[in-house]
């Protein structure tokens, strides 16, 4: 059922997942003020910021124009987000061992 839900972009189902990629995004956001001490918590908080800035935007993107969901113009953003997401997770992982 899910994956019937999740292949219909105009269900309310997409709406719910594409607002939470938007609260995590602003949770990105507010997040990122608590990284000031060395040069990696600095990145840190750079990367942090895009990655919260690309992904409310990408949200907001996508819940203006709903039907275009899966096409190159929004789907780029969202592998772009991704890639953000993993490069901030692994700097979040050595600063914390730092």
Known sequence: MPLIMMAN??????ALRINGWGGIGLSFILMAF???KC????????LFIVNGVSSCLSALMTLINMNKLLSSG????????N???FVVDLIFLITSKS
């Open 9 to 14: 972009t105009g269900l309310c189902a997409w």
């Open 34 to 36: 608590i990284f000031n």
């Open 39 to 46: 040069k990696y918590e600095k990145l840190s908080k750079n």
């Open 74 to 81: 929004l789907f780029t953003p969202l592998i772009i987000w």
């Open 83 to 85: 890639i953000f997401l």
